[in-house]
């Protein structure tokens, strides 16, 4: 079984980032094969279980679920698998997740985004280490920037995709070609708002000259 954890300082303090984090919307359109999330329920609960649409690459589609198995404030746990009776046969990614908001100060907090699990498709028993290894790192580290930008924390114009890699462009045109991307509407949710945030507080500026 491989674990993985990466971390990311966020400009905002740890009530803000839990605030958008624990909204279970928000909580699972951060990956970036998310391609729906399937619940209106404004809280995160302990035990409870939601639904997530998958999109690999956009070449395989696969319903799964994530059930929370801890919550504490500013930290949430989850394991997600493949819905039961779900076409497609095995769960290839059996895997348990969870993201902690740790305090730094009145501006600024760090995620603690951690993952273990294993592959199970065929050849994973060849190819299931190096693959973890060499990709989930780049996996976390985008999931905490899109966090980061839900919340307000971090410009999306300053979302990093890592150079060089053999199959993150893949991943990259999965979201930009998709009809459905969780993530890419975060990104461009937070974009649109950031964009009208300038001319609200231009108007401002001048109502107040006045």
Not at 128 to 153: H, K, S, T, W
Request: proline share 7%; aromatic share 10%; charged share 25%.
């Amino acid at each position: 079984m491989g674990t993985c954890e990466r971390m990311l300082r966020v400009g905002a303090p740890a009530d803000a980032v839990w605030d958008w984090l624990s909204k279970p919307q928000n909580l699972f359109s951060v990956n970036i094969f998310h391609a729906e999330v399937l619940t209106d329920e404004p809280e995160l609960r302990k035990g409870q279980v939601y639904d997530v649409d998958h999109d690999f690459f956009g070449v395989v589609q696969q319903k799964r679920q994530a059930k929370i198995l801890e919550l504490e404030p500013c930290y949430v746990r989850w394991g997600e698998y493949k819905t039961p009776g779900a076409p497609g046969g095995r769960d290839p990614f059996p895997h348990q997740q969870s993201v902690r908001v740790v305090p730094v100060d009145d501006e600024s907090s760090i995620l603690v985004n951690h993952i273990s699990g294993r592959y199970v498709f065929p050849g994973s028993n060849l190819l299931g280490e190096f693959l973890f290894r060499r990709y989930m790192p780049y996996i976390l580290d985008d999931d905490n920037q899109v966090i980061a930008i839900g919340c307000g924390g971090m410009e999306p114009t300053k979302l990093h995709i890592p150079k060089g890699l053999f199959l993150w462009p893949a991943m990259v045109a999965s979201t930009r070609f998709l009809k459905k991307s969780t993530r890419r509407q975060v990104i461009e949710k937070m974009r649109a708002q950031r964009a009208v945030a300038p001319k609200a507080e231009s108007k401002a500026t001048v109502g107040a000259d006045a």
